[in-house]
């Protein structure tokens, strides 16, 4: 079946510097998701990149769809502590069920 | 107003308890969902709902029964409880392949 995968798993950074979080999918995809989840919340709808090589911006995330469809990445900008929690891509299977990566869990040093 | 809504927030039950969970979306969305989320974060789906009819079941023990009473309702009943049941279950809901709207989970401690 359809896998998709995340790297990496933890994200340690320093108040103020960038990273980025990699999302690679078995299949392409016709679509692909990304969601935060805060500790204790419930995960949060992002943003959906449909094109391929599509790029999107809000504000210090920065989402891109990779040429083939099958890889994705969402880079942050000056990590804020506002940024720290659980952050999921997702891609569609068969029957639009939506299969989410592991996530990758940021935690932001002060 | 809270778009999706689940209850209860938490519960505590033993080992062999019958319980259900309900969750309610107020969006107007056509397709609703059950995920189950364990220890590690991982967000597996269990069954998914296209307007009161049951087009998602996935790999998951008979003891899960969803049901469906319409489309703005899905609600979640487990027999016979077992320790490895215990997880946050979220529902969810969606409009046609846009992204999904997430209840605040319900967690689930089987003791």
């Known amino acids: 079946g359809q896998q998709v995968m995340q790297i990496p798993q933890y994200q340690h950074v320093q108040e103020g510097e960038d990273f980025t979080t990699y999302c690679n999918s078995s299949t392409t995809l016709s679509n692909i998701q990304w969601y935060k989840q805060r500790p204790g919340g419930h995960p949060v709808f992002l943003i959906q990149?449909?094109?391929?090589?599509e790029v999107k911006k809000q504000k210090r995330l920065t989402f891109q769809f990779g040429e083939a469809k099958k890889n994705s990445s969402l880079h942050i900008t000056a990590t804020q502590t506002t940024d720290v929690g659980t952050y999921f891509c997702a891609g569609p299977t068969a029957g639009n069920k939506l299969t989410f990566g592991g996530g990758t869990r940021v935690l932001v040093k002060p | 107003d809270t778009a999706v809504s689940q209850t209860p927030k938490y519960l505590v039950t033993q080992m062999g308890n019958d319980k259900s969970i309900k969750c309610e979306q107020n969006l107007g969305h056509d397709t609703m969902y059950w995920y189950k989320q364990d220890s590690k974060k991982f967000l597996k789906i269990m069954f998914s709902?296209?307007?009161?009819?049951?087009?998602i079941n996935e790999t998951v023990p008979n003891r899960f029964s969803p049901k469906s009473p319409d489309k703005a309702h899905l609600n979640l009943h487990i027999n016979s409880l077992e320790l490895g049941d215990s997880a946050v279950y979220f529902c969810?809901?969606?409009?046609?392949?846009?992204?999904?709207?997430f209840g605040s989970g319900t967690r689930l401690t089987v003791v």
């Open positions: 969810a809901s969606s409009q046609g392949l846009g992204g999904y709207t």
């Open positions: 709902y296209n307007n009161k009819e049951l087009i």
């Open positions: 990149l449909v094109k391929s090589g």
